[in-house]
């Protein structure tokens, strides 16, 4: 609408990172892909190609932000798929693996695996990225971040929490905490704390 701040341009996106739709791909020098979500079938496609095409080996890791429909539907595909560990936040991993014990916008039905739920803070390497991930209760409580650092660049994997466009879906729907410390306070105060080179 008239008076509303401009959409930022974007920054150009490192050369090991790809993106279909809702998810990320994340390609190591070794050839190993590290997806985010996957809520549309084309992303098995992209995989695909990217397998063919020669860009990547295998798919050796998996990381969800948040139990939104485009970002999980088909996440039981690409585990048959791609038999990799999965990785979520444990707030968001609780959501995921048991979807139909909640009542949330945009729920998916889909039942995810999720074989490693992670600490907020906690850290581990993967190939030559060191990776840390964040409980990030920005868009929903129930969401995920991943700081992602190699190559020069600090990643961080914000899901839906911040769009171009600012703060996205924000209802009470969502599960979106108001206060100091809580919600998007603390997603703003963490980002300005880890000062990402890319989100």
Known sequence: RLGHMP??????????LHHFSTTWVIVSATKEAFVMDCGVPSVLDGLRQLQADHTITH????WVTHYHDDHVDHMAQFQAAYPCPTYADTIVADVV????????????????????RTRDGERWQW??????AY??????????GLL??????????????FT??????????????LGAGVGYDH????LAKLQPTHI
């Open 59 to 62: 798919v050796t890791g998996c």
């Open 135 to 144: 409980h990030f209760p920005g868009q929903t409580h129930y969401h995920g």
């Open 97 to 116: 693996t048991a979807p139909h014990a909640y009542r949330l916008p945009c729920l998916s039905p889909t039942v995810v695996r999720v074989d490693h």
């Open 7 to 16: 959409i930022r341009a974007g920054k150009p996106v490192p050369p090991f």
């Open 164 to 177: 171009m466009a600012g703060l996205d879906d924000y209802c009470s729907g969502n599960r979106n905490l």
């Open 148 to 161: 992602v650092e190699g190559r020069g660049v600090r990643l961080f994997f914000s899901g839906d929490s």
């Open 127 to 132: 190939n030559e990225f060191r990776m840390t």
């Open 187 to 190: 997603c703003l105060a963490l």
